[in-house]
């Protein structure tokens, strides 16, 4: 795995940090490459019981695309008339990446500490928690460069702030204060720039240490109740609880709180 991204595994937590400080944590094709394969990693590990997706310096968590090294790309496919097949970026990168976060049986945990513009957005939208430094600003961006939406945006942000208000936020891009992303729902928590790693792991591993069976068919169910009725939903409720309900971790859980004692959780 490139350096441009990092990947590490400690005591059930796996933590994918973006590592191209430099140029906002853009996503040049080796960090778009490294990171499907962190998120991919993480997704299917059944030893991870939790992700932290942050990144590196205080300027931005992604940018998105690299645009600089996406204009060399466009130049020669339009050269060689394939002007579309530099977009194939798409389904072989951003794709997977949201895919692998979004289904991954565990909780995924998004630390902002700067701007998230374009796709960098998307991915933060697509882990199940966000906490964000005061510093940090979102912007959609992709109609400032005459795109349309990618990395799963046009599914996650109006499930997060409405259909209305995502047209707006897409077809009107602007930097979104980390306040005003608060009270639309995009941050989850706030926190001082300072303190943002530390709460960020805190939160992660808490969850990494909490019963994750149930997290994974909270998502499950989640994702499930946005597309389908009420009782296609319920049905869907029954047979979760019904799974959830024979693990050992709900007998735990439940002994530990007739004898007053913190759970310990086996994820099975």
């Known amino acids: 795995m490139a350096d441009t991204v990092l990947y590490e595994v400690s005591d059930g937590l796996a933590t994918i940090t973006l590592n191209r400080p430099e140029a906002m944590n853009a996503m040049n094709i080796e960090t778009k490459v490294a990171f499907r394969e962190a998120a991919q990693a993480a997704a299917a590990d059944d030893s991870v019981r939790a992700v932290l997706l942050t990144a590196a310096g205080d300027r931005a968590f992604c940018v998105g695309q690299d645009l600089k090294e996406h204009i060399g790309g466009l130049m020669a496919a339009r050269e060689a008339g394939s002007g ?6 798409v389904q072989e990168h951003y794709n997977p990446i949201v895919r692998a976060l979004t289904g991954a049986a565990k909780p995924v945990v998004a ?5 998230a513009a374009g796709a960098g957005f998307g991915f933060a939208l697509a882990a199940d ?8 600003a979102f912007n959609t961006s992709f109609a400032g460069v005459a795109l349309t939406a990618d990395s799963g945006i046009s599914w996650t942000l109006p ?4 259909p209305s ?3 707006d936020l897409l077809l009107f891009p602007r930097s979104i204060t980390a306040q005003e992303a608060y009270e639309l729902g995009i941050a989850n928590r706030i926190v001082p720039s300072a303190d943002l790693a530390a709460e960020a792991v805190k939160v992660a591993r808490g969850l990494a240490e909490g019963p994750t069976l ?10 499930y109740g946005l597309s389908h009725s009420l ?7 029954d047979e979760l609880q ?25 994820g099975r």
Do not use: C, W
Not at 159 to 162: C, E, I, L, Q, S
Not at 214 to 223: D, F, G, T
Not at 231 to 237: A, P, Q, R
Not at 247 to 253: F, G, M, R
């Open 242 to 266: 019904t799974r959830a309900g024979s693990s050992e971790d709900h007998v735990i859980a439940v002994q530990a709180f007739v004898n007053k004692e913190k759970p310990k959780y086996l």
């Open 214 to 223: 149930a997290y994974a068919a909270l998502k499950e169910s989640l994702a």
């Open 84 to 89: 579309g097949g530099v977009m194939s970026t």
């Open 159 to 162: 499930r997060v702030v409405g």
């Open 111 to 115: 630390a902002v500490n700067g701007v």
């Open 231 to 237: 009782e296609e939903t319920l049905e869907k409720e």
């Open 129 to 136: 928690y966000r906490i964000v430094a005061d510093t940090a």
């Open 165 to 167: 208000r995502a047209a």
